[in-house]
């Protein structure tokens, strides 16, 4: 029997986690500690994780305020802006996963990702 639908989780299956290798990249960059500059990406994970989207929260609302009180927490002299356009350069495909969404996706299966740290799902296919 063919899948009706596939739904992969994004950490770990369709990207590697972006987290440390930025913040360590971060910390060698600036002669910042990267024990604090990951401690304090674990705590503001955890105080935004969980916290739900609505019209007037938006993720890129989140987003924005995330990256506001990391940099002035670890003060990493680097813009808003700059901190997200940064992290583009650490989402990297999990290697194999683009030929599987193509087969599927040429197959017509409708894929889904889904997030287990936070329960979020996302439809894209």
């Not at 299966?109 to 740290?117: I, K, Q």
Request: charged residues 25%; proline residues 6%; glycine residues 6%.
């Amino acid at each position: 029997m063919a899948a009706r639908a596939v739904i992969l989780d994004v950490g770990g299956v369709l990207a590697h986690d972006i987290w440390e290798p930025m913040f360590d990249d971060l910390a060698a960059r600036y002669g910042l500690s990267r024990k604090e500059l990951r401690a304090a990406g674990r705590l503001l994970w955890e105080t935004f994780a969980y916290v739900p989207e609505t019209p007037a929260n938006t993720w890129r609302d989140m987003e924005r305020r995330y990256w506001e009180l990391f940099r002035r927490i670890c003060k990493v002299p680097l813009a808003v802006d700059s901190l997200i356009a940064l992290t583009d350069r650490y989402v990297i495909p999990v290697a194999g996963m683009r030929p599987i969404l193509e087969a599927l996706r040429a197959r017509g299966t409708p894929l889904g990702m889904s997030s287990a740290r936070t329960g979020q799902r996302w439809r894209f296919a």
